[in-house]
């Protein structure tokens, strides 16, 4: 009888950590829905897979992820696809007011209409505005008032003003004509606040849209694993082909040595050659010397048989 495996914790933090994003969105999924969409329409849906895979990935086990954290989240991949070709909402199939509202939206910067969504359409307070998009609240305002007088100008048939130098400011005059003035301007950011809003609304996931971004996510980190296989094989048959090239080159480098061997004579056959040559040069001196040798040893011979003949 075989025993049972044990768990193994890594599938256990996996799970742990899906049950956590499958609360959040629970909770929040069609706020940071409508936040992706206003935001870049198509393509902020398109990224929704993304971003739950990063919340999977960096869930905290028992501690569940935060609406700040998954916002802080959705707003770093959507600045970051704006500003690399994503496109805008455009308001197409809207009508009225709401659609005004949003094609006055889309000539924004990307932190602007940031902004503008999170603070204007999803109601986040400034330090929490601080918190998901990591700067401090009085840039924040600067931002929202500048988006707001952009969607004016753009809504009423101007376009955007970009920033410039700041002209002197000049005290509040307590006058009927300065306070409707104020009143109008209010009015108008109020009727872009709630246009805004009202095209937000519009947009709700379709039900039992979680499990479609899981499968969709399981698609995606397929196709990623796919390419990294892909790229590992392209890897090695490079390194493969380095070292088949190194061989032969080696292999090459051999044969022209042996080659050159072959065609000149070793350095011993040099060395015996000059050893016979010299012994050669030097036999002719050893034979002349030899023979003036014989050559004196006849004469002292005769010499002595001359002198015993000569005796009496």
Known sequence: MTEPRPPDPEVEDRAASREAVDRLLETHGVELYRYCTMMLGPDGVALLPTILGHLHDHAVEGQGVERLVALAVAHNRCIERSR????????????????????????????????????????LRWSELERVC??????????????????????????????????????????DEAFAAIRDDARRFVALRDALREA??????????????????????????????????????????????????????????????????????????????????????????????????????VGVAARWLMMP
Do not use: Y
């Not at 939206?105 to 999170?118: C, E, F, I």
């Not at 004016?152 to 410039?164: D, I, L, M």
């Not at 061989?247 to 000149?264: H, P, T, V």
């Open 134 to 175: 990591g700067a401090p609240p009085a840039r924040m305002i600067e931002r929202v008032c500048r988006a707001w007088r952009n969607m004016v100008e753009v809504a009423e048939g101007g376009t955007v003003v970009r920033p410039g130098p700041r002209a002197g400011g000049r005290p509040l005059v307590a006058t």
């Open 200 to 301: 937000a609304a519009c947009e709700a996931p379709a039900p039992g849209w979680s499990a479609t971004l899981w499968q969709q996510l399981e698609l995606e980190r397929q196709a990623q694993r796919h390419l990294a296989q892909e790229r590992a094989a392209e890897r090695a048959a490079a390194q493969a082909a380095r070292e088949a090239q190194a061989a032969r080159e080696a292999r090459a480098a051999r044969e022209a040595q042996a080659a050159e061997r072959a065609a000149s004579p070793p350095a011993g056959a040099f060395a015996s050659a000059t050893s016979e040559a010299e012994a050669e040069d030097a036999a002719p001196p050893r034979a002349r010397s030899l023979r003036w040798a014989v050559v004196g040893v006849a004469l002292a011979l």
């Open 84 to 123: 690399t070709g994503g496109r805008p909402p455009s308001g197409q199939g809207l009508q009225g007011p709401v659609a005004v509202a949003v094609r006055a939206l889309a000539p924004l910067k990307p932190v602007g209409r940031d902004a503008m969504v999170l603070r204007s359409v999803l109601g």
